[in-house]
């Protein structure tokens, strides 16, 4: 019987005042370290069966909770908003000195999934000598309109009209009722929509484009795609990872067969064996 690790629950404050958990799985005698960050929208909770799977294999995870989201202490609405700025400033940052406090000195990765991984890559370009083992993907590519083929093309183009607008109407964007993640803050989405229609991670607040960050880093980045992800296909997946020209670079494509489940861009949370063994391969 595979061993359990405990998920250790540790509360921390952001810099500008925000509440939040941050989950740890921790083994007895870890190996490298993970800085995990969710897709928009899920709760970081969902990955504990993947961290499970790490946690066994020697790596500490620290799953990433977004602001907004599960344990944290604020929900977007027309009185509350934030933008990527204070999640790579101070929301990340935070989890990030829990990694430091519990697992000092280890080899330190940090990934994610869909929006967490393209999120994981900015901040990964800020901080490159912090991630020497490297920078894992799952499901996460750019959602540039450029990346993706006719007609989703289409479909992103009016999405990076129609969420800033949204945004604008409501006080924030109403993610739970168009089934595209949940009730998130309106700049948020302003920035992932500059993102998708220029291709570059240049949110406001920033007057060069991350991706500069991206081409320095240096650690190896391994991506997985699903088959039937169309949220984060191949191409999409590569127009990302190629950002980081430096590194040396992997992209890995799953199928029905190779998960065990249907292959698309959530299904793997359902049974995260698969994704989890492909990434300690390379651990």
């Not at 309106?186 to 949110?203: C, H, K, L």
Request: overall charge positive; hydrophobic content about 45%; aromatic content about 10%.
């Amino acid at each position: 019987m595979k061993p359990v690790i405990e998920p250790q629950i540790i509360a921390v404050r952001t810099e500008d005042g925000h509440a939040v958990d941050v989950i740890a799985l921790i083994p007895p005698q870890p190996r490298s370290a993970l800085l995990w960050m969710p897709a928009m929208g899920v709760a970081a909770r969902n990955y504990l069966p993947f961290a499970q799977e790490l946690a066994r294999a020697g790596i500490a995870v620290y799953l990433h909770e977004w602001r907004g989201l599960g344990s944290s202490s604020l929900r977007a609405s027309r009185a509350v908003n934030w933008r990527y700025r204070q999640i790579l400033e101070f929301d990340i940052p935070a989890t990030h000195q829990v990694l430091r406090e519990f697992t000092p000195d280890l080899p330190t990765r940090i990934g994610g999934h869909s929006l967490g991984g393209q999120l994981a890559c900015c901040y990964a370009g800020l901080h490159s000598q912090e991630f020497d083992a490297g920078l894992w993907l799952a499901c996460s590519g750019a959602p540039y309109h450029g990346a993706f083929a006719f007609p989703r093309n289409l479909g992103i183009l009016g999405a990076v009209v129609a969420f800033p607008l949204l945004g604008w109407i409501r006080g924030y964007f109403p993610g739970k009722q168009l089934r595209f993640a949940r009730s998130e803050a309106r700049s948020m989405m302003a920035d992932w929509s500059r993102s998708a229609r220029t291709g570059n991670y240049q949110p406001k607040g920033y007057e060069q484009p991350l991706d500069l960050g991206m081409a320095r880093f240096t650690a190896p980045v391994t991506a997985l795609v699903t088959e039937h992800d169309w949220l984060a296909p191949y191409d999409s997946t590569a127009f990302l990872v190629n950002k980081f020209s430096s590194a040396p670079r992997e992209i890995q494509l799953l199928n029905d067969t190779d998960m065990g489940v249907r292959a698309d861009h959530f299904g793997w949370m359902a049974k995260p064996a698969v994704i989890a063994q492909r990434f300690i391969e390379r651990a």
